[in-house]
């Protein structure tokens, strides 16, 4: 994720292939400064609009390997670069793995091997069993090559960070979850594993210093750290815009990690920000499509209702006296459709991370999937400044002078857990 890609060289009117594809379905409202203020989502969306795209079972399905299984070529950074299979081999076994953070996908595992880990057969004190489980690609976000015993090559899919499991078989050992988040994982430890000089002193203390369900998307380009909230891949098909800062469509934000965080192959240019990436052959933009399908077919997770009077008092809070909803509206609880992003005053967070993105603006965050323990329990906001609902709710209390009793901030926090 950080070698030294160059920032420089941005030439204007020279949008890449991948960027130009992105940017055709949204001819009217793009210019090389990016989305114009006011966008429709039906132009951004094209599964948005009334008679959109049907979602293809074929299509899907392609999206679906795309999101867990494609490295878009990216061994070449996590294994050339990084040398992560010698790492694996000789440091990670499952439990170190498991510590780390990472999944395993009981569905991909052989009848016998499942057996065998159910009956306390398998070492999970061996990496040697990491190259095993990689083998049957068993790791969520990981892809192995495996030639006899020996782990060959490496790279990182989609699903690392937004992909969990259901814990079914044991804790971090179940069935695939796709687009939830891994609030578990930590980024930082394992890129911090890799022996490679690239990863210099002080990015290795930054790194280590991020902790599970964090990251920093954009250090590789302007050296500064502000950790982000690993956010859910689901439930955007009504959204406009993705990312905390509603940079771009979801492809937009898809090319710009595939290439210059994952180190897929291709290019990506956007003036906006100076990055200008080139890493050919182009293995990411034929891709896109099919991605983004399978996206907007993720649902976020059904909230958990318990007191379904208090949901109704907090609801009415939420619409009424918390003022909630003038921003957090319509399907998606969000008015970026509208076309409307918040400055970071105006909504009481920290401009540092706005200030390194496209729009130096948040975004109204739509609202789902946001209590479903043990997965899905906060933090909240861009930069987790809020670790509970509860955080959440006294952050707007402070920012916009409400007066709430704690009879109603419970009973907001009540709806939240719905949503
Ligand atoms: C190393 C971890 C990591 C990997 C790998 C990764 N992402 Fe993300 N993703 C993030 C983080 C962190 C953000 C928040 C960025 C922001 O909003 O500015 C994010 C944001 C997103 C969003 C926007 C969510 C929203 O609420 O708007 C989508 C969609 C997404 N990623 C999809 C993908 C896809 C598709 C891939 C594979 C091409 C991918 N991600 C790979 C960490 C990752
Ligand atoms: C002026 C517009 C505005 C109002 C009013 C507003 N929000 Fe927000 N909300 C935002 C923005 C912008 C963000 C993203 C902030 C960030 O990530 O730093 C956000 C984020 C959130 C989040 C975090 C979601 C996540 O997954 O991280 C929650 C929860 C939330 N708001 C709930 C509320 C509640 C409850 C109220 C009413 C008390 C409220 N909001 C009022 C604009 C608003």
Known sequence: MFSSVSASGVRKHSFSIVLAAIVAGMAACSTDEGPAATVSPSELNPLFAKGGTALSPQVLAEGQRIFRFDTFGDETYWTDTLHMPDTISKVVSPLAALGLGLKVDIDALPASLQAALAAGDVDLNSPATTTVLLSHDAV??????????TLTRVGITCALCHSTVDNSFAPGIGHRLDGWPNRDLNVGEIVALSPSPVISTAL?????????GRYD???NFDGINTPL???????LRQVALETFTGDGPVSYWNAYVAITQMHGHGTFVDPRIGVSVSNP??????????????????????????????????????MGAGGCATCHYGVAFTDVNDGILH???????DATYANRTATKMYRTTPLRGLWHPPQLQGPYFHDGSAPTL??????????????????????????LKTL
Request: hydrophobic share 40%; proline share 7%.
């Open 140 to 149: 969520v976000g990981l892809k192995g090559t495996v030639s006899g015993t």
């Open 343 to 349: 400055s970071p005053a105006s909504v009481g967070q």
């Open 217 to 219: 998307p954009r250090i």
């Open 281 to 318: 052959p182009e293995l990411v933009g034929p891709k896109l499509d099919a991605l983004r399908a399978y996206q907007f077919s993720l649902s976020a997770p059904a909230g958990v209702a318990t007191d379904r009077a208090a949901v109704q008092r907090g609801k009415d809070v939420f």
């Open 229 to 235: 909230v690993m956010p859910g891949a689901y439930g």
């Open 390 to 415: 509860e955080a959440v709710v006294a952050h707007y209390v402070t920012t916009f002078g409400l007066t709430l009793s704690s009879q109603q901030r419970a009973d907001l926090v009540t709806y």
């Open 204 to 212: 290795r203390a930054i790194l280590k210093s991020w902790g599970p």
